[in-house]
């Protein structure tokens, strides 16, 4: 009887070592890190702040199931931009996933060390009660709302942001769209 409990002991905990690497988000590859061109606001350098007036804020919301969609408009948009340093992300996550460990924060700083971006917590009851059923399981997350709330989540200081939706590949400079009125 003991070497089947061993056994048994053995199986549940090999299920259980599965099932963590299931649950554990993806790795992703470091991206390079990306400097300035020429003509790039002199203020919005790696040591400026959230409130620096040359920075263009972007927020997307980010989750564990939408990451690989988000790291790729993160590596799009920094590819593409002319003033790579003087972006900023905004991320909007599930109060759970931003206090569960830090995970979402790892995962985005071990792919881009250099990306200047903060993750703030959005509290599903802020829309609970007000999403329908519908026919896109995706339209029924609360953090798909996020989105209506930014001037609630995002510093006061911030004076706008360009929201994305995490499958979207940028082509060209994000700052065109910052500058247009």
């Known amino acids: 009887m003991p070497a089947r409990a061993a056994a048994a002991a053995a199986a549940v905990a090999l299920l259980l070592a599965v099932c963590a690497q299931a649950a554990a988000l993806p790795r992703f590859a470091e991206a390079p890190e990306y400097r300035n061109g020429e003509g790039c606001p002199a203020a919005a350098t790696a040591a400026a702040g959230v409130c620096d007036a040359g ?12 990451l690989r969609g988000s790291m790729a408009a993160v590596y799009s948009l920094l590819k593409h931009a002319s003033c790579p340093e003087s972006l900023f992300f905004h991320f909007l996550a599930e109060e759970e996933e931003v206090g569960g460990g830090g995970d979402l924060r790892r995962a985005v700083a071990a792919s881009f060390p250099s990306l200047r971006f903060e993750i703030y917590a959005f509290r599903a009851e802020a829309v609970a009660g007000l999403i329908s059923a ?3 399981a995706a339209l029924e997350s609360p953090l798909n709302y996020a989105r209506n709330h930014l001037a609630d989540l995002l510093p006061r200081c911030v004076p706008r942001a360009i929201y994305l939706d995490s499958d979207v590949l940028a082509v060209d400079d994000v700052r065109r769209l910052w500058e247009t009125r």
């Open 55 to 66: 920075l263009v804020h972007i927020s997307m919301t980010l989750d564990a199931h939408y």
């Open 134 to 136: 519908s026919v896109r």
